[in-house]
């Protein structure tokens, strides 16, 4: 069964039963999302580990959130119970912050996933305090499609560059995260959170205008990255929302290039 990279609550309701539900609340200070899942979820919803289900570990060169291998990320899903034909719906608390990471890189591989609008705070029914756990079942190992993700080495081929997080950051004005501040020299500003209205995506042709005053027509046309590979997910699945087409991801973003001596622009300007 295909699904929108976006659904409702009142879609997700009728999902129930028939989809996987997955919680990947995390957070930047480095409380636990673990700890969250259990004090109340959606009833049925698996929580799965950011740092460890979607990610390999971070290394000097490789960025803060690598992608795991295929091998890796197989193996994870086999033990949260997500199968290659299940349907995935994925939330946190966040507004998609996390979440959109493993919707992302589950609609890559041909996988039906979509992420939760408005997640946990969009769900108005009962919550669940005990783990549920969907059994263990075999998935195959899916290799990475090559078209989907770019390297640093590649990032010039970019016809649009887009950087998804917050302004302040892009300037370079702080950067409470990695080694140096700034942005990647021809990249434009799109903070994820512009893709939000009062908690909710904006409407598909909102996005669509807010895209294009970037110069997006193609999203096949554009590389988005952040800090590590996350949040750019949610402009990538914004894009793909609107009707623009599917982007690519610079896993390694700016925890990877700016550990290294790549040239880095400030300012409001892409430099």
């Given at each position: 069964m295909s699904i929108a990279p976006i659904v409702t609550a009142g879609q997700l309701e009728g999902l129930i039963g028939s989809a996987v539900i997955c919680d990947v609340r995390w957070y930047l200070d480095g409380s636990s999302g673990h700890e969250a899942y259990l004090r109340g979820h959606i009833p049925g919803a698996v929580f799965v580990d950011l740092d460890n289900d979607l990610a390999a570990s971070p290394g000097p060169g490789d960025g803060r959130h690598p992608l795991p291998s295929p091998e890796a990320f197989a193996a994870s899903l086999g033990l949260l119970g997500i199968g290659?034909?299940?349907?995935?719906?994925?939330y946190?608390?966040?507004?998609?912050?996390?979440a959109a990471r493993m919707v992302w890189m589950l609609r890559v591989l041909g996988q039906s996933a979509a992420l939760l609008d408005?997640?946990?705070?969009a769900w108005t029914g009962a919550l669940q305090a005990e783990t549920a756990?969907?059994?263990l079942v075999e998935c195959p190992v899916r290799p990475w499609p090559e078209g989907s993700f770019v390297e640093a080495d590649d990032m010039d081929g970019a016809e649009v560059l887009l950087d998804a997080r917050s302004a302040e950051r892009y300037r370079g004005d702080s950067e409470p995260m990695d080694s140096r501040p700034g942005h990647v020299p021809g990249?434009?500003?799109a903070p994820f959170s512009q893709n939000m209205s009062n908690g909710r995506f904006r409407s598909a042709d909102d996005l669509a205008s807010h895209y294009s005053a970037l110069g997006v027509a193609d999203a096949t046309d554009?590389?988005?990255y952040c800090g590590s590979g996350?949040?750019?997910?949610h402009d990538l699945?914004?894009?793909?929302h609107s009707g623009l087409g599917r982007g690519r991801l610079y896993v390694g973003s700016w925890s990877q290039w700016s550990a290294t001596d790549r040239p880095a622009a400030s300012g409001p300007e892409p430099g």
């Open positions: 290659p034909d299940d349907t995935v719906v994925v946190d608390d966040s507004g998609g912050l996390s408005g997640g946990l705070n756990v969907q059994g990249a434009l500003n554009v590389v988005v996350v949040s750019a997910c699945l914004a894009m793909e």
